[in-house]
Structure formats: C-alpha cells, structure tokens
C-alpha cells in the first residue's frame, strides 16, 4: 500500500489528452512538500519528467505538465503519442515516516 | 555526461549479506546527496535510503532500518549499500540516483540497477 495513491492504468487514443492523479494526505501533498514525477519506458531507468509539482527539465516536451492542489496532484499529457506509453510515478516527502515516498505507478497505454 | 553504474547484485541466502556498489562520472560527486531506490519484480519503486553529501547525515525506509547501511567515499566517486539479514521481500532491482535538495528531494539521474534476489 503506498503512502501516495496513484489509478493503476488509464489509456488514451493517439492524439488525446490524459490526466494521471496523484492523492497523499497531509503529511506529504498536504502539507506543502513538493510533488515530482518519473517516466519509466519498457526495461529502462526511471526518467525526471516534472519537478516541483509543475516544471519540465530540459528536454521534456511542453505536451507534459503537472499541478498541485490541496493533497493532490495531477500529470497532464496532450497530445498523446505511442511513444509515451510507459509508466509514470509520483513522488513527494513524508514527514510521519522521516523520508521520500513514491505512488504506486500508473500504467499507461496508447490505444 | 552524467553516468550512474551499480553493481554488486547477486542471487543470495535468506539471512544473507551484500554490499551494492555505484559508480558515478561526469559531475562533481561531492556536490550532492545520493539515494538508493528500488523495484522489486513487475512492482513500482520504493525509496530504500538516502546519504548527503558528506556522509554526516543519511536516512533509511522503515523497511531497511537497522539491517541496511549507506556510505559514499568522495575519494573514489563511490557510494555503497551494505544490506544484511537480507529477506525474500528484499528480492528487487536497485537503482543509485542523484539527488536534487530542493524544497523536497528529488532525483535527477538514476542508473540502470543491480538485481538482488534473496532466495534459498
């Protein structure tokens, strides 16, 4: 059970737009620690993907883009395209267990 | 180029110990903190343990306390992962990656992991 809950899977067809939702609690979202996302393609490292709930390092297309909200946080992907297609983590910091929390991972197909 | 490489991993005894090594290139290693992370098979990812940039300060999952060690040597761009009492549960790739001290860590680099499977 993670600390950060995540929906296991959501699908989208090429071309359309998903949202990915991040909900923690006021120990972590809640109470003002940053949110950060990952990307991990099929058999390689996870990748940056949005840091401090709402920036792209460089590289990341603006196709990508996340938000904070209370104790939640949301990744936005427009513009779907086969190649994003992977999954994609949340993570934040705990103040009740003293260190860095993940979500549990959402799944994401291309139709 | 930023270039994180683990190894140490290996098929290992229930109650079993083993040290993870990660080799970092390409940046000023003392200039950051570290972490090891990892994903146990077809799972998502877990925070094991965290060291700062000196070594005077490191923190751990509950997880792992008290039976997982980080370290680092600055000398040798090097930081490590002591795992004793090693469980099945424990059983998982490990990634090192380089840590961002912002308002709230994040990790910036990761290396491609070094499997460990605890198994008898």
């Known amino acids: 059970q993670s600390v950060l809950t995540q929906p296991p899977s959501v699908s989208g067809a090429p071309g359309q737009r998903v949202t990915i939702s991040c909900t923690g609690s006021?120990?972590?979202?809640?109470?003002?620690?940053?949110v950060h996302w990952y990307q991990q393609l099929p058999g390689t490292a996870p990748k940056l993907l949005i840091y401090g709930n709402s920036n792209r390092p460089s590289g990341v297309p603006d196709r990508f883009s996340g938000s904070k909200s209370g104790t939640s946080a949301s990744l936005a992907i427009t513009g779907l395209q086969a190649e994003d297609e992977a999954d994609y983590y949340c993570q934040s910091y705990d103040s009740s267990l003293s260190g860095l929390v993940f979500g549990g991972g959402t799944k994401l197909t291309v139709l | 180029e930023v270039q994180l490489v683990e190894s140490g991993g290996g098929v290992v005894r229930p109650g079993g110990s083993l040290r993870l090594s990660c080799e970092a290139t390409?940046?000023?290693?003392?200039?950051?903190?570290m972490s090891w992370v990892r994903q146990a098979p077809g799972k998502g990812l877990e925070w094991v343990s965290g060291i700062n940039w000196n070594g005077g300060s490191t923190g751990y999952a509950d997880s792992v306390k008290g039976r997982f060690t980080i370290s680092r040597d600055n000398a040798k761009n090097s930081l490590y992962l002591q795992m004793n009492s090693l469980r099945a549960e424990d059983t998982a790739l490990y990634h090192c990656a380089r840590d961002v001290h912002s308002r709230t860590t994040l990790h910036d680099y990761w290396g491609q992991g070094t499997l460990v499977t605890v198994s008898s």
């Open positions: 006021s120990f972590n979202i809640g109470a003002g620690y940053d």
């Open positions: 390409g940046f000023t290693f003392d200039d950051y903190g």
